[in-house]
């Protein structure tokens, strides 16, 4: 079976930047900044984005072009041609698509509430909620939570899951070049589109209440970007930062790696790879930065926008900002634009998540393009079930955390070793370099061969040693809970047990074929 192909160089572009950009541009990076020292956060999310995002970027970007020229879409099969005398690398690998499927689960659910409430703001079916508890209320009834005046059963935010999950396993069947890529050029440029709009709108709101004139847009920025230097003494500050880098760029997971490998063999990876990047961080920072926490300031001022930051972003996406938006002529419309910006956003990355167990089943099994969608769609419609019905209980922050922050920093860590160590610098950079427009800074051997591995090597040694033992025991949960959340994990550890026989199954059949 002829390899898949991207379409255009401009499409690769744009479908790896429609992973980047999403509900974690314009919702957790304007909290996490807000949370952790305001302007001074800018300093250790930026270093990591030098030293973290970038060199991850051109890293997956490369293997997974070079792994796609053995045929290989996802991280076993390319950590193997990278590593071939080594027979375990591969089910390190396995994170490289347990990681994005983690991720799909929930990621997928909240995306289907932000279509559900598009529809909503146009229809006008929350505006008798004026106060933040009552829109509290419509956001939990909704979530099937608890039973109330708004919605008495989880039916209309099920509809939304279907209509959501079906359109997500549509796009990804149509394939590479005519599903996502076709896609992501359409849904980017309108999701910015969308995302300027509203952010002038912001801009423009002055002090909406003429009685609090220091209520005002010009505060409301202060207040996301005043530094308050003192964050910088915080570890928790620094691994808030490298977090978020990771997650927005959607590095460090086997997705871009993906994506790579539908490349060819000359085509240029190196500023591709940093075009990616900096559209991202346009929209988080720039866009991002310019939305929420102004706009929430502006109407409710610095002690309820420090509350509303830390309420954490369901708050911000679905309470905060239809109240005011509600406050503004054409409301309805604005909040359409919000809601539908995050549903693109969120698309357009949901899919990239797809990707990679869908490739490893069509590449290493020969299955169908159809058949391997169908396998996966049954198998993620029952986990996000599970999601569904235990999101009182806590299910979303676990498999985030797993999924959305462990696992990030552990694949990071494996990759960036087997790049620059075992598959080598001098290769390495040989291989990044073939057909590129660019020549990346030369300084870059030297990050990507110590400082990138040491770094994160650093924030995993800092979590086992800080966070480990209270995460293992269950410490922080509450005590209702416990049960659930160890059923959450042991699915979880069920799925990566399913993933890595699957990889013991395809290797062993190919060493029986090869003698
Ligand atoms: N980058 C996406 C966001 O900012 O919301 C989330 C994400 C997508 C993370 C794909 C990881 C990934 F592989």
């Known amino acids: 079976m002829a390899r898949e192909r991207w379409s255009s160089k401009l499409g690769v572009i744009l479908a790896v930047a429609g992973s980047a950009v999403g509900l974690g541009n314009f919702l957790v990076f304007p909290s996490q900044a807000a949370r952790n020292g305001g302007g001074a956060f800018m300093i250790p999310y930026f270093l990591a984005l030098v030293l973290l995002g970038l060199p991850l ?8 072009r070079f792994g796609g020229g053995f045929g290989h879409s996802t991280a076993p099969g390319i950590f193997h041609t ?82 959501t999950f079906l359109l997500n396993i549509l796009i990804v069947c149509f394939g590479i070049s005519k599903g996502i890529e076709r896609v992501c050029k359409y849904g980017l ?26 209520y005002n847009i010009a505060n409301g920025l202060g207040f996301l970007w005043n530094p308050d230097w003192s964050a910088l003494k915080s570890a928790k500050v620094w691994l808030a930062a490298a977090g978020q880098i990771l997650f927005t760029l959607s ?16 085509d240029d990876v190196a500023l591709s790879g940093l075009t990616a990047a900096a559209t991202n961080e346009v929209a988080e920072v720039i866009l991002g930065g310019s939305i929420v926490i102004p706009a929430a300031f502006a109407f409710f001022g610095p002690l309820a926008t420090t509350k509303i930051a830390e309420a954490g972003v369901f708050n911000l996406a679905f309470v905060t900002m239809p109240l005011v ?13 919000w809601f539908m910006l995050l549903f693109l956003a969120g698309i357009t990355s949901s899919i990239s998540l797809a990707q990679p167990a869908v490739a490893f089943l069509q590449d290493e099994f020969d299955l169908p393009k159809k058949t391997a969608t169908g396998i996966f769609a049954i198998t993620t419609f029952v986990l996000t079930n599970s999601v569904i019905f235990l999101l009182g209980k806590g299910a979303v922050d676990e498999l985030h955390f797993w999924g959305g922050t462990f696992c990030l920093v552990l694949f990071g860590t494996i ?8 598959f080598g610098m001098e290769d390495g950079w040989t291989e990044m370099h073939v057909g590129s427009d660019i020549s990346i800074p030369r300084i870059y051997r030297f990050i990507i061969k ?60 190919k060493e029986l074929r090869s003698t």
Not at 325 to 337: E, P, R, S, W, Y
Not at 415 to 422: A, H, M, Q, V
Not at 488 to 507: C, E, P, S, T, Y
């Open 57 to 64: 970027m051109w890293i997956e970007w490369t293997i997974g």
């Open 415 to 422: 990759e960036t070793i087997l790049f620059g160590w075992i």
């Open 450 to 509: 110590y400082v990138t591995p040491v770094f994160l090597l650093f924030i995993l040694g800092f979590w086992c040693w800080q966070e480990w033992t209270p995460l293992i025991l269950l410490r922080n949960i509450p005590a209702e809970n416990v049960p659930y959340i160890i059923g959450i994990r042991l699915m979880l550890v069920g799925l990566f047990a399913v993933l890595a026989i699957l990889v013991w199954i395809v290797w062993r059949r």
């Open 325 to 337: 938006l509600q406050k503004i002529a054409l409301g309805n419309v604005f909040g359409f634009l």
């Open 189 to 214: 440029p309108i999701l910015f589109v969308f995302a300027i709009v509203l952010m002038v709108r912001v801009l423009t709101l002055g002090a909406p209440d003429p009685a609090k004139p220091d």
């Open 82 to 163: 990278l590593w071939n005398k080594n027979r375990f690398i591969k089910y390190f690998g396995v994170i490289g698509i347990f990681g994005p499927l983690v991720i799909f689960i929930y990621y997928i659910y909240v995306e289907s509430w932000l279509l559900g409430y598009s529809i909503f703001a146009l229809l006008g079916k929350y505006n008798s909620c004026t106060t933040e508890h009552s829109m509290l209320a419509f956001l939990q009834g909704y979530q099937g939570v608890v039973q109330n005046q708004f919605f008495s059963s989880i039916g209309p935010s099920y509809t939304f899951f279907l209509i």
């Open 251 to 266: 590095c460090g997971i086997g997705v871009i790696l993906t994506y790579a490998s539908y490349l060819t063999k000359n």
